[in-house]
């Protein structure tokens, strides 16, 4: 698994914190992480590739391809910006040359699965297709979870497309009814292994302790030693 799609159930989801995470736990590996569309930042400001770097560290590399200053799905910021949208082919392309110079490539999407890139309907599923890439999947922790994974995860079988597995973006440290019972039903509705759960607040450490704690919640898959189950 050179490069691995991260997808959401939506947008503030806790991909970019997930995508640092797993960075973290390959500090070993050279790491890439590719945010295709930035959108909703002015340029200057760090996007989430740097958030990925700040938190994970100096062994990853942080790459967009292109920033839209309104907070609108891709595509349509792209259009109203009068921008040229981000293309499928040059995401793929873009992942395709990082991997010849890392060895693990994040790609993190832009909020869910079928958000637009351009004009033309792309999604990061067609961009998922010509890497033949797994995806990965960062879900919510509590009630309707279940049902926005499914979802989720039947679009990207439909496409032909590899679920890797599904983890928590955000798990309270006093997880409510809901949020106990999807650990264990989370698998079932995505069909596909819960490879990891970040605990809330994670996002908030100090890059030293986030980088310590990385590891332990994800699983062996993602380079982490949280056990299974
Ligand atoms: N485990 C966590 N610990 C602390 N903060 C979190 C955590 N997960 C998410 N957040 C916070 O929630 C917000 C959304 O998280 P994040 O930016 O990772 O979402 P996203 O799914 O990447 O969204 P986007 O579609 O905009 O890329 C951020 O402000 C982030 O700091
Ligand atoms: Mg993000």
Redesign the pocket.
């Known amino acids: 698994m050179k490069i691995l799609v991260i997808t959401?159930t939506g947008?503030?989801?806790?991909?970019?914190?997930v995508t640092a995470a797993v960075a973290a736990a390959s500090r070993d590996l050279r790491v890439a992480v590719l945010k295709p569309a930035q959108t909703g930042l002015a340029p200057g400001e760090p996007g989430?590739a740097a958030e990925v770097a700040r938190l994970a560290g100096a062994h990853v590399t942080a790459v967009e391809l292109a920033r839209f200053p309104e907070p609108l799905a891709p595509g349509t910021a792209a259009r109203r910006a009068g921008l040229p949208p981000v293309r499928p082919h040059e995401i793929a392309e873009a992942a395709q040359k990082l991997a010849t110079e890392h060895d693990l490539v994040l790609v993190?999407g832009?909020?869910g699965l079928l958000v637009r890139y351009d004009g033309q309907g792309s999604t990061l599923a067609d961009a998922a297709r010509l890497m033949a890439a797994p995806v990965l999947v960062?879900a919510p922790a509590g009630l309707g979870t279940l049902n926005s994974t499914a979802l989720t995860t039947e679009a990207l079988r439909t496409r032909g497309l590899a679920c890797r597995g599904v983890v928590v973006?955000?798990m309270p440290a006093e997880p409510d009814l809901a949020s106990r019972c999807n650990i264990d039903d989370l698998p079932v509705a995505a069909g596909a292994p819960l490879l990891g759960a970040?605990?809330?607040?994670?996002?908030?450490l100090a890059p030293a302790d986030f980088r310590a704690r990385a590891a332990s919640w994800l699983s062996p898959e993602l380079g982490g030693k949280r056990p299974a189950g």
């Open positions: 959401g947008t503030e989801i806790g991909k970019t914190i989430d993190e832009a909020g960062v973006g955000s970040v605990p809330a607040g994670a996002g908030a």
